[in-house]
């Protein structure tokens, strides 16, 4: 009776290629959570990261339903490889994995398993080298960590071995009850993994979900050159690393350092965390996720990925919210589980559900209100050049499509102390560390999406200088506190639950509420650069006081609207406090305006931004509060270090 049952339950979530009859749309909960098999596995990853004269093991945590097993019916599999596991904790709650007494896995983090498990697929939760359980050191995105995840999609496809302990030899096989389709879901560091193992071109796997994840990791410690805060990657490695890896990885640790230089320098060990660049290899469908106001994992790491994966035609989906560095599930829950199960069920299950052929892009306007498009950005999208020129008044310039005068120029000294908030409050006054520009108020929305860039020709008085250039939208609005504790959300008292719980593994969650601030003004997009990088971007030159550069500033990607009655606002800086390490001297830059320009994609194009800026316009009555840049980007030293995906 039990395996006829079993047979039964099993047919409710057969693939539609696996057999006659009507196609299934969606897969059921049939299968019991409280009775699955849950196991531990170590893979051998084919390296000896750790120089211990044997190749290294990663521990893989696996919960999988019971009754396709006894049916002899194989499952696909998700799969969360992270190094977060043991040392941080996973999700707005922190969790991490537990165990019983024998070493078995009890709670798995986050609710994939909770929800999916059941529905008939397993989830496995991998320990990247040097954490947790796992063998070798962590590299902080390197090969190791790559290959970490890599070694088990092939092992759930029959190219690698497994063992049922650390140590031992005896094997294990997946091929007994996987599919070999592996999806990889995870945020920030693990989305991060889950790009990197795409990039590799690995078959089986055939989807990913990166959440406020890294595509170049150059880009997370510095911007064309110029450092970010804690611009050195050695530091998250003795981070996560087990308390036996931080003992046996001294010198993995030490290389990481001396091929990530603070300078700035592009150099081999950049190249190997930079997955932008193997996009063409990515054969899985790509669902990205990203926070546009994320100040840890910041936007422009979407865009330049998602660009590659345009440019080599992968199939991909969207979803950009107000937040800053946040899982969706902790701002639009029940329509992201939802997605999320269609999704999976598609590119998993092979069920005809008619979600790749839905709009491509989900994308939040105001706090919990969404709206989608085609594609994006949308096709009517147009680059539209926007010129800087000196002011009629004492105050700032205009931004418009006239080029200004041979001759114009704009002068700033560079202030560490000051920074984008404070630039955007006094645009209207003529302050000495920023030069800024504006359009007229507009009579009309004007729509900017994908990724600007600004071009500068600027001459320093000293050897060395950082520039930082944004846009923003200058008028009255309500929006997520991105800049507050939970970065756009508040924690509740009451749990929602989303799928089966067992006494050690609760499916339910502490729900959560839009935190909102009323603003004056919204930045929506920043890039930075060293100035020294004007001829390479892979080297600082010093420059020569008082000669001329050209460079381009590649900003952040973004979709925002600036709405009729706002002004549109370029503002050119230097150090921007709090998100950019200030340069070794104080230089003050001058700025030929005849020469200096911003081109910045437009849904509409150079007609929209004409008519935006043409016409009679309403008036508005900015409020006085502002945002806060203090509880998303902490001060080095002072709050502690900030870690791309650690809970808080």
Not at 157 to 177: C, D, F, K, M, V
Not at 231 to 250: I, K, M
Request: proline share 8%; glycine share 10%; aromatic share 8%.
């Amino acid at each position: 009776m039990v395996a006829a049952t079993a047979a039964l339950l099993a047919t409710l979530v057969t693939p539609a290629d696996a057999g006659p009859g009507p196609a299934p749309r969606e897969s059921r909960p049939v299968h019991s959570y409280a009775d699955a098999i849950r196991e531990s596995v170590w893979v051998d990853t084919g390296l000896d990261g750790d120089g211990d004269g044997r190749t290294d093991r990663v521990a893989v945590d696996i919960v999988r339903p019971r009754e396709p097993a006894a049916a002899g019916r194989k499952i696909p599999v998700i799969m969360d490889a992270s190094p977060y596991y043991a040392c941080c904790g996973r999700g707005n709650e922190g969790q991490k994995k537990t165990y019983d007494a024998d070493g078995n896995p009890v709670r798995f983090p986050l609710f994939y398993d909770n929800f999916f498990v059941p529905r008939g697929y397993a989830f496995v939760a991998v320990d990247l080298a040097g954490t947790s359980r796992s063998d070798g050191c962590d590299d902080v995105g390197g090969r190791s960590d790559v290959q970490s995840a890599k070694a088990v999609v092939d092992w759930l496809n029959g190219r690698a071995r497994g063992y049922t302990s650390r140590t031992g030899e005896t094997g294990a096989r997946a091929t007994t009850w996987s599919t070999g389709n592996v999806g990889m879901i995870g945020k920030s560091w693990d989305g991060t993994i889950a790009n990197g193992v795409a990039a590799t071109g690995v078959e089986g796997l055939k989807t990913i979900v990166p959440i406020g994840a890294i595509s170049s990791w150059y880009d997370y410690f510095h911007s064309q050159g110029a450092p970010l805060y804690n611009a050195n990657p050695s530091w998250l490695s003795e981070y996560v690393n087990s308390p036996e890896a931080q003992a046996r990885c001294g010198a993995v640790q030490d290389r990481v350092a001396a091929g990530t230089p603070y300078s700035g320098d592009r150099t081999a060990a950049w190249a190997e965390r930079d997955h932008v660049r193997n996009a063409g290899k990515v054969k899985a469908s790509v669902f990205v996720v990203h926070g546009q106001q994320d100040l840890n994992v910041r936007a422009q790491q979407f865009g330049q990925w998602w660009d590659a994966l345009a440019a080599h035609g992968v199939e991909r989906k969207i979803w950009l919210s107000q937040t800053g560095h946040v899982d969706p599930f902790d701002y639009r829950r029940a329509d992201w589980v939802r997605t999320l199960h269609r999704w999976f069920d598609h590119y998993l299950l092979g069920y005809d559900n008619g979600i790749d052929r839905e709009p491509a892009a989900d994308i939040e306007r105001a706090p919990d209100r969404w709206t989608t498009d085609r594609q994006w950005p949308p096709r009517t999208t147009g680059t539209t050049t926007l010129r800087p020129a000196p002011g009629t008044e004492a105050g700032p310039g205009v931004l418009g499509r006239t080029a200004a005068a041979p001759g114009s120029t704009a002068t700033f000294t560079d202030d560490p102390g000051l920074g984008e908030l404070d630039w955007a409050a006094g645009i209207d006054r003529a302050t000495p560390e920023k030069a800024g520009f504006v359009t007229r108020p507009l009579s009309r929305d004007l729509r900017i999406s994908g990724s600007s860039k600004v071009t500068v020709t600027a001459t320093p008085t000293t050897a060395t200088a950082h520039l930082s250039a944004v846009l923003v939208d200058l008028g009255p609005d309500t929006i997520r506190d991105y800049g507050a504790p939970g970065e756009g959300i508040t924690t509740l008292t009451d749990r929602t639950c989303w799928g089966a719980s067992t006494p050690g593994d609760s499916a339910c969650f502490l729900e959560t509420e839009a935190r909102t601030a009323d603003v004056g003004y919204t930045v929506v997009s920043r890039g930075w650069a060293d100035l020294g990088t004007w001829a390479d971007p892979g080297e600082e030159r010093p420059l020569t006081p008082g000669r001329a550069y050209t460079m381009t500033l590649d900003l952040a990607a973004t979709d925002h609207v600036v709405p009729a009655g706002h002004r549109l606002a370029l503002i050119v800086g230097g150090t921007d406090k709090d998100l950019l390490d200030p340069p070794s001297t104080t230089p003050t830059l001058t700025l030929d305006l005849a020469r200096s320009w911003a081109k910045v994609p437009l849904v509409g194009g150079a007609e929209a931004f004409r008519r935006a800026t043409s016409g009679p316009h309403p008036a508005v009555t900015p409020p006085t509060a502002v945002p806060s840049l203090s509880a998303a980007v902490p001060p080095a030293g002072v709050s502690g270090p900030r870690l791309p995906g650690a809970a808080r």
